[in-house]
């Protein structure tokens, strides 16, 4: 790094020739201490290096990195990692392989370790102490000086190397678009590092090592620009340039040559947006709504462009406290600071608090915590199982779990084998058996499907995702006393109606029944963690031995610090009293709309859904509409809007979301 030249003379003049608007940012220089060791001093120098290389491509621009030692890429492409926050892909072009360690290395040179180090393989000391790079988005070309110690390290990861040999036989152009394609693949983009000695000497002299027989130096600039010009690279570096043996300028004439190629095609290419930085590396499992949200506050949401939504989702009733709630806020941040997780295998201090609240805020003996909604409601599935062999005798392996048709519990092949929507299933089976199912809002159904094998009924009070569908009065009433009279325990399902939602604490409350079982989840975490939990009466939990259910995560004391202080909110602000009044408010007003498009709205408290006439116009056309008149919500089975804001939500903003929709409605019906 020391022989790194102070400027690169008439950098941005022949930059900006070319149509490259560039600005020079920093120089870098090495800070040693006396008599320190070079690994430190290097390391440091990195650091900077990346820190700079962020800043540069979160100012939206791209970095040209120019150094003396190749070390200095520890720093580039942990730089730009950072900054992409998703892998990345890196073409290596260099006469070596650089993927030496300290156990390995003959010199001792750190410029013969970077690229190992980069992987994650003994970068002990130095400054990219963690993979940065994935192997399989590595490709090197032009290598033809390395140990056999280097080559078997990169096969054994699996890095493609492209030696000098292979590109003779299949073309300079043949292998760097594939190279390209590797490095592209899967990727949030891709980075290009230049070690100057890949380059014949007769193009490049002014090297630390040269290396006989290497790449031409105005093919190289040329086939680079080219497949630049289709896929611009995220940034350049262009290392190992050595100014005191470039005779006559031809090397620095040739970082400037090779800087324009690759540059004049990136000059005027964003970065790839979060949207399509999630669309290419995530899976498709989801189809958001095309908005990107960036900061949350109480009922208010803002996206990237600063405009303000209200939030009619609630993320599925999980933003109950609506978002970035202060109480929650400090309870998160103070456990977060102190003391986030223990894993079960010891006490805490803040889970017995959290248990002995929870179970009294509902009036349930006991609870098992849990994370996801799912993980509860399996915990459900467990204990009525065995409850059923050892407290109701059923025979072992027979024990049958009544859910309702249309119901929705979560999405683990054990919840998916009760469930009757032909997607969740297609392509996941064999499931497991022991589930039955009856329609849902039919006690009768229940009562005649029930046997002496019968461990449970689960059910939604209201089902959420099938649409916001409401039983029948006095039928969860009817089907707890069913299952009394049976033995059949009455589990519900609250994750989504629970804790105020409704307009009651339970939505059981409704009926005044008391389940045997409960399933929370969702709101539980205060909007910012995932909480929850099975609660049952006494025998049901004693079922419980030590091993026999568990989970890393569930009753950590985070989670339970901030479900303490989700509980207190709830109680304090009177949330459910609060849903119950303005879930009135919300229904009259969306009754009063006069839309031939509305078949029904129907729901309880803050949880309503709009069924759209399906012969008129699709949910998610009303949904657009929505979001273009600044409200957030969602379709559920293509034909009902669900409306379900935070349940701090005031006067106004419900009347406001109430126009909105007979705006969106009356758009939707004109064909706009
Ligand atoms: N049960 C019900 C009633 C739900 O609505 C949901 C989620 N929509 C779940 C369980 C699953 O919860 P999670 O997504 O947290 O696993």
């Not at 892998?87 to 001792?108: E, K």
């Not at 400037?256 to 005027?268: I, P």
Request: glycine letters at 12%.
């Amino acid at each position: 790094c020391a022989q790194a030249p102070a400027r690169l003379a008439g950098v941005e003049e022949f930059l900006a020739s070319r149509g490259v608007e560039v600005a020079w940012r920093e120089t870098l220089h090495p800070d040693p201490a006396p008599n320190e060791p070079i690994t430190p001093v290097v390391c440091r120098l990195c650091l900077r290096l990346a820190r700079a290389v962020t800043a540069v491509l979160r100012d939206g621009a791209v970095p040209l990195v120019l150094g003396g030692d190749h070390s200095i890429a520890m720093g580039t492409w942990r730089g730009v990692t950072e900054a992409a926050g998703a892998p990345i892909g890196l073409l290596w072009i260099d006469a070596h392989l650089d993927a030496h360690t300290h156990q390995t290395s003959h010199s001792g040179r750190l410029h013969g370790m970077p690229l190992a180090a980069l992987l994650g393989q003994g970068g002990e000391g130095l400054c990219a102490e963690r993979a940065v790079l994935q192997p399989q988005h590595v490709c090197v070309v032009g290598a033809r000086s390395f140990e056999p110690e280097e080559a078997a390290l990169l096969a054994a990861l699996g890095v493609r190397v492209y030696s000098m040999r292979e590109i003779e036989q299949r073309s300079l152009k043949a292998v760097l678009e594939e190279a390209l394609a590797r490095v592209r693949g899967g990727t949030a983009g891709y980075g290009v590092s230049i070690d100057l000695d890949a380059v014949d000497p007769a193009d490049a002299p002014g090297v630390t090592t040269p290396v006989p027989h290497g790449l031409r130096g105005e093919a190289l600039s040329a086939v680079l620009g080219e497949l630049a010009g289709g896929a611009p690279p995220l940034a350049v570096e262009i290392a190992e340039f050595d100014p005191h043996r470039d005779i006559g300028g031809v090397t620095a004439r040739l970082v400037l040559q090779l800087a324009a190629s690759l540059l004049a095609a990136a000059k005027t290419v964003k970065g790839p947006s979060a949207l399509e930085l999630e669309r290419r590396c995530g899976a498709a499992n989801y189809d958001p709504l095309p908005v990107v949200l960036v900061r949350g506050s109480g009922i208010h949401v803002w996206d990237e462009a600063g405009r303000r939504y209200l939030d009619f989702m609630s993320a599925y009733s999980a933003l109950s406290l609506g978002h970035a709630h202060p109480r929650i806020l400090a309870a998160l941040t103070a456990q977060a600071g102190r003391l986030a997780l223990t894993s079960r295998a010891f006490y805490n201090d803040r889970l017995g608090g959290f248990l002995a609240k929870l179970c009294g805020a509902i009036g349930m003996d006991r609870a098992l915590p849990m994370n996801t909604g799912m993980e509860a409601v399996e915990t459900a599935l467990k204990a009525a199982r065995k409850w059923a062999y050892q407290v109701k005798r059923v025979p072992r392996g027979r024990a049958e779990i009544i859910a309702c048709e249309g119901n929705f519990h979560g999405r683990s092949i054990a919840i998916t084998a009760m469930s009757t929507e032909a997607q969740y299933r297609r392509g996941f089976g064999p499931f497991p058996g022991g589930f039955r199912l009856v329609p849902f809002g039919d006690a009768q159904a229940l009562e005649r499907a029930i046997t002496k094998r019968t461990a449970a009924f689960l059910a939604e009070p209201i089902q959420g995702e099938r649409g916001i569908v409401v039983p029948p009065p006095g039928y969860l009433a009817r089907c707890a006393e069913i299952c009394r009279e049976h033995d059949v325990l009455f589990i519900a399902d609250e994750v989504q109606t629970g804790l105020g939602r409704t307009g009651r604490m339970l939505a059981c409350d409704h009926e005044g029944v008391k389940p045997d079982g409960l399933v929370l989840g969702k709101a539980l975490g205060g909007g910012m963690l995932p909480v929850s939990a099975f609660l049952a009466r006494e025998d049901v939990m004693a079922v419980f031995r030590p091993g026999d259910h568990g989970s890393t995560f569930g009753g950590n004391p985070l989670a339970a610090a901030v479900g303490i202080a989700t509980l207190e909110v709830l109680d304090e602000e009177r949330l459910p009293e609060r849903a119950a009044r303005l879930g009135a408010r919300l229904m009259a007003g969306l009754q009063a709309i006069d839309s031939p498009l509305v078949r029904e709205v129907r729901g309880k408290g803050l949880l309503v859904g709009v069924d759209i006439d399906p012969a008129r116009a699709s949910a998610r056309r009303v949904v657009d509409a929505l979001l273009a008149r600044g409200v957030l919500s969602r379709d559920t089975h293509g034909s009902v809007v669900r409306l379900a804001p935070p349940l701090v939500i005031g006067e106004e903003d419900i009347d406001f979301a109430v126009e909105a929709l007979r705006a969106a409605l009356a758009v939707v019906q004109s064909g706009g």
